[in-house]
């Protein structure tokens, strides 16, 4: 399976907002709930930011928000901050069991 | 505090194997499901391989194809990845990552800070 299709770079001014979009198909994004996004700042770790499309764990700012339309999911950040410099990463369950990443997506706050 | 240590991650020839493990400590492990997700150099993030709680099932990624094998030591807190007939694209740091659900959620909320396989003749 390939994995699902991101931009492979974004960027915006600090306050402006973002959307990074994330495209896979009616076996993955568009046959599930199951969408997540993952923050990895350099040599680190990555961090969950949003799953099951919409939610956010406890503790990432209210910033972040994620939805799903057909085959694609989108990752929007609002009122962009430096620290918010990073790449991006969705993911999928998929009808063969098995999980999708995408290919990530650099952010670069001007 | 949720922590996961991996170890066991070393330069190894085409061919060759090795043991992954990952500590957790900081959460009920048992109750768990937990995963393997791979970073070659200056690439994406590729899930590996994930176990449900009780390590009943097993989940794999197509390129691993039976190299690989998933499992876990609940009484020990531990999970492991075996791998096998390593090639040079199997190079990548592997992340022990913790599963929000019991099985394949597939929700990675905690992640270890990984182990580097480099694979080399």
């Known amino acids: 399976q390939s994995a699902l299709t991101q931009p492979a770079s974004v960027s915006g001014s600090p306050g402006q907002s973002i959307t990074i979009s994330c495209t896979g198909t009616?076996?993955?994004?568009?046959?599930?709930?199951?969408v997540s996004w993952y923050q990895q700042h350099p040599g680190k770790a990555p961090k969950l930011m949003i799953f099951?499309?919409?939610d956010r764990p406890s503790g990432v700012s209210n910033r972040f928000s994620g939805s799903k339309s057909g085959n694609t999911a989108s990752l929007t950040i609002s009122g962009l901050q430096a620290e918010d410099e990073a790449d991006y990463y969705c993911s999928s369950y998929t009808t063969s069991t098995t999980v999708l990443f995408g290919g990530g997506t650099k952010l670069t706050v001007l | 505090e949720v922590q996961l240590l991996e170890s066991g991650g070393d330069l190894v020839q085409p061919g060759g194997s090795l043991r992954l493990s990952c500590a957790a400590s900081?959460?009920?492990?048992?109750?768990?499901?937990m995963g393997w997700v791979r970073q070659a150099p200056g690439k994406g993030l590729e899930w590996v391989s994930s176990i449900t709680n009780s390590g009943a099932d097993t989940y794999y990624a197509d390129f691993v194809k039976g190299r690989f094998t998933i499992s876990r030591d609940n009484s020990k807190n531990t999970l492991f990845l075996q791998v096998n007939s390593l090639r040079a694209e199997d190079t990548a740091v592997y992340y022990c990552?913790?599963?929000?659900?019991?099985?394949?959620?597939?929700?990675?909320?905690?992640w270890g800070q990984g182990t580097l396989v480099t694979v080399s003749s």
């Open positions: 099951d499309v919409s």
């Open positions: 990552a913790k599963d929000k659900s019991r099985s394949l959620g597939p929700i990675f909320d905690y």
């Open positions: 900081g959460f009920a492990f048992s109750i768990y499901g």
């Open positions: 009616s076996s993955d994004i568009g046959r599930y709930h199951y």
